[in-house]
């Protein structure tokens, strides 16, 4: 696939999953990411791979357990309220240090809210979502072609880290129709799995794999956890993403992810076309955060405004970032109704005027 193709979100990840050699996936119906299992059940085997619909969401994450507990790339893939009843499989997948990638398209919420995009799953996203002390890398792509590109990437990650990844989109990520040019995917250099399960009999040269997360003595826990932490810092240094628009020279900054950093960008380039200095700051990975450049421009400019598919989650990242050195505004509309040019514009003005 060298040509730009029209492909639906959902689908242009479901292939750009397989491209990068998953071949397993386990997952349960729920709108609006359902043409995700809908490809992979007719894609998967046609590569020698294995589809399976699970009778729960609880059922998938913990076969998305079983199947990376064997080294091979394995996905799965749902909407909020399925997500959440994975959170348990999730946290087990981090204490046993295994790798997958967990698709997330966002809905409306709370409970079975609607079936419009949304962002309300940030604070889940972000904070780990499962109990215990962890982080899981995040992406959030702001195209149907960015969403195929991280989504490889979310692979590669998961493997160098043995750790779950999620990408995080929300349903017009999921729906709409872009063109697409889906990439060469080359395999990078990644630490051999003689941690997986693969099977062992006497003599043959290894130890015995086990795949565990239950360490009934304290210390050893906190020697387990602790190596989690710093195997996440390390990942937190090299694989921060995010994005800058007009940014050089603004005296205001609008800070967005995903789709609805697409809209602000229109509102950003209409201020600018009224003699308006504002840019854009855009995070492409959730978590790690990027805190350091949003602290550093808290220092440059006049104020900041957060813009969300939601009530505000991600606000509190951006105003602990910038540390008080700038006012932190926000904007956002909640249940799947989507943030306007106009009402972006409008809303960064009225601070503007009021700084």
């Not at 491209?19 to 490809?39: D, H, K, L, M, V």
């Not at 949304?118 to 995040?138: E, I, M, P």
Request: proline share 6%; with cysteine; aromatic share 8%.
């Amino acid at each position: 696939m060298n040509d730009r193709v029209m492909m639906k979100g959902n689908e242009a990840i479901a292939e750009a999953a397989v491209q990068a050699g998953c071949r397993c996936f386990f997952g349960y119906p729920i709108t609006p990411q359902n043409e995700i299992p809908e490809y992979m059940s007719k894609r998967l085997p046609e590569v020698g791979g294995v589809f399976l619909q699970a009778e729960s969401e609880v059922s998938a994450i913990n076969m998305v357990y079983g199947a990376a507990g064997t080294g091979v790339r394995v996905m799965t893939s749902s909407s909020s309220p399925g997500i959440s009843l994975k959170q348990e499989g999730i946290s087990y997948l981090v204490g046993a240090e295994l790798p997958c990638v967990i698709v997330n398209i966002v809905r409306g919420g709370p409970g079975l809210g609607s079936i419009q995009p949304a962002q309300s799953d940030y604070f889940q996203a972000t904070r780990g979502g499962g109990h215990g002390d962890y982080n899981l890398c995040v992406f959030a792509p702001g195209t149907v072609q960015e969403a195929v590109e991280l989504t490889q990437r979310a692979f590669d990650v998961a493997d160098k880290y043995r750790t779950p990844v999620m990408v995080l989109g929300d349903g017009i990520i999921g729906q709409m129709m872009e063109p697409v040019r889906m990439p060469e995917y080359k395999m990078p250099q990644l630490p051999e799995k003689s941690w997986a399960a693969t099977g062992w009999t006497e003599g043959c040269g290894r130890p015995r794999a086990v795949i565990n997360s239950l360490y009934i003595q304290a210390a050893a826990c906190e020697k387990h956890n602790l190596n989690i932490y710093n195997k996440m810092n390390e990942l937190a240094k090299q694989e921060l993403l995010f994005d800058t628009q007009m940014m050089e020279d603004a005296d205001f900054a609008v800070v967005a992810y995903g789709t609805t950093a697409r809209i602000a960008l229109s509102s950003v380039r209409r201020l600018r076309a009224a003699g308006h200095k504002v840019g854009l700051i855009r995070p492409i990975t959730l978590w790690p955060f990027p805190s350091a450049y949003i602290g550093q421009a808290a220092q440059k400019v006049k104020g900041m405004l957060a813009v969300e598919m939601s009530l505000g989650q991600m606000v509190e990242d951006v105003r602990l970032a910038a540390n008080g050195a700038c006012p932190v505004g926000f904007f956002g509309r909640t249940g799947g109704v989507i943030p306007g040019v106009n009402e972006i514009a409008e809303k960064v003005l009225a601070m503007k005027e009021g700084l």
